[in-house]
C-alpha cells in the first residue's frame, strides 16, 4: 500500500515538473501565437473586437491562474485566500471591473478614440504605426513611471502616493496586477495611452495591436511562475524583469518599462538575473505605508501631503 502511495506520488512530481519545463521555456510563445489568432480574428471580423478583447484575455488569465496553481515560482509570493479577498477583489471591485476585462476596455476604448482623429501617423503603413504607437507608448510610460518612483514635490508626492499602492503587496501573482489607486489608473492612462492617440491620430487596427501588446504584457509582468524568455529580454519586459521593480530593495527596484526594455538600456536603470528571485518585494508600513490588507488607508493615502520615502534607484545598470 505505502509502495503504491509513494509511486503515485512519483508519478505526480514527474509529470508537474515536465509541465513546469514545458510552460518555462514553451508558454511566452504560445501565449503570442494566442494573441495573434486574436488579432487576426478581430482584422477579418472587426464588428465582434469587443467579444474578441474579452475572449482574448480572459482566456489568456485563466490559463496563466492554473499555471501558477500548479508550478508557482516563489510560492511565498502566491494568492491567498487572505489578500486575494481583503485586498486583491477589493481593488478590482473599487476600479469597476476583473484585470481581464480592464484591459478590454482600455485596448478597446483606445481603438474606438482612434477611429475618430486625424493626425500624422493616420494612413502610414500598418507596422510603421504600431512601431511608433508603442515607442511613443513607451517613452511616456518610462519617464512618467520613473518620474514618480524619483522626482519630489507637491504633485510627484502625490503621483507617488497614488503609485505606491500598486507596489505594497509582498507577493506578486497575475491578479495583484488589479491592486493600484484609480487615480493611478486614470491619470497614466489618460496622458500615456490615449492622448498619443488624439494628438498622432492611429488608425484603429494598429491600435489594437500595440494595445494588444502593452495589455499581454502588463498581464504577464506580474506571473508568479518561471517563464524565460532568453534574449527577448532584451527586448521585451516580462516577468524575469518587472519582478525586480518591485523589489524591496531600492537599488533593485528598476525596469520602469511597461513593455519595452529599450529606455531602461538607453538610461541604465536595467536589471537582469536570469533565475535569480529577489529577497522581498513589496513598501512596509514602518516606513509610512498603508498595511497590506488596509484598503481605506491605501485609498485614502494620496491625499496626504506628507512627503513618503520612494523606491529610488542608484540608475546603474547589471545586465
Not at 154 to 162: A, D, H, K, M
Given at each position: 500500500?505505502?509502495?503504491?502511495?509513494?509511486t503515485s506520488a512519483h508519478v505526480d512530481s514527474d509529470v508537474t515538473s515536465v509541465f513546469a519545463r514545458i510552460v518555462k521555456w514553451g508558454l511566452y510563445?504560445?501565449?503570442?501565437?494566442?494573441?495573434?489568432?486574436?488579432?487576426?480574428?478581430?482584422f477579418t471580423y472587426p464588428d465582434q473586437l469587443a467579444q474578441v478583447q474579452m475572449v482574448k484575455g480572459s482566456v489568456m488569465v485563466a490559463l496563466l491562474l492554473f499555471c501558477e496553481w500548479v508550478v508557482p515560482y516563489?510560492?511565498?509570493?502566491g494568492m491567498t485566500w487572505r489578500y486575494l479577498l481583503k485586498r486583491d477583489l477589493v481593488f478590482v471591485a473599487i476600479n469597476g471591473a476583473t484585470l481581464g476585462l480592464l484591459s478590454t476596455l482600455l485596448a478597446t476604448g483606445a481603438v474606438i478614440v482612434s477611429a475618430y482623429t486625424v493626425g500624422p501617423m493616420s494612413g502610414q503603413p500598418l507596422i510603421l504605426q504600431v512601431v511608433v504607437g508603442l515607442l511613443v507608448f513607451e517613452?511616456?510610460?518610462?519617464?512618467?513611471?520613473?518620474?514618480?518612483?524619483?522626482?519630489?514635490?507637491?504633485?510627484?508626492?502625490?503621483?507617488?502616493?497614488?503609485?505606491?499602492?500598486?507596489?505594497?503587496?509582498?507577493?506578486?501573482?497575475?491578479?495583484?496586477?488589479?491592486?493600484?489607486?484609480p487615480f493611478n489608473a486614470v491619470i497614466v492612462r489618460l496622458f500615456v495611452q490615449l492622448l498619443p492617440l488624439w494628438v498622432l491620430g492611429f488608425d484603429p487596427m494598429a491600435v489594437l495591436i500595440y494595445s494588444s501588446v502593452i495589455a499581454f504584457h502588463g498581464t504577464i509582468s506580474h506571473f508568479n511562475?518561471?517563464?524565460?524568455?532568453?534574449?527577448?529580454?532584451?527586448?521585451?519586459?516580462g516577468p524575469e524583469l518587472h519582478r525586480y521593480h518591485h523589489s524591496a530593495q531600492s537599488h533593485e527596484a528598476m525596469n520602469f518599462g511597461?513593455?519595452?526594455t529599450l529606455f531602461d538600456l538607453v538610461f541604465k536603470t536595467f536589471l537582469y538575473r536570469p533565475g535569480v528571485p529577489p529577497e522581498?518585494?513589496?513598501?512596509?508600513?514602518?516606513d509610512g505605508y498603508p498595511a497590506q490588507v488596509a484598503p481605506i488607508d491605501s485609498l485614502l493615502f494620496p491625499m496626504s501631503l506628507q512627503p513618503?520615502?520612494?523606491?529610488k534607484t542608484d540608475s546603474r545598470a547589471t545586465v
Open positions: 500500500m505505502n509502495s503504491s502511495i509513494e510563445p504560445l501565449l503570442w501565437l494566442w494573441l495573434a489568432i486574436c488579432i487576426g480574428y478581430a516563489q510560492r511565498r509570493w517613452a511616456l510610460q518610462y519617464g512618467f513611471h520613473r518620474g514618480m518612483h524619483e522626482s519630489r514635490g507637491p504633485l510627484t508626492n502625490f503621483l507617488w502616493r497614488s503609485h505606491a499602492i500598486h507596489h505594497l503587496p509582498q507577493q506578486l501573482y497575475v491578479v495583484m496586477h488589479a491592486v493600484f489607486h511562475v518561471d517563464i524565460r524568455m532568453g534574449w527577448l529580454n532584451y527586448l521585451f519586459i511597461s513593455t519595452l522581498a518585494l513589496g513598501l512596509k508600513p514602518e513618503v520615502s520612494a523606491l
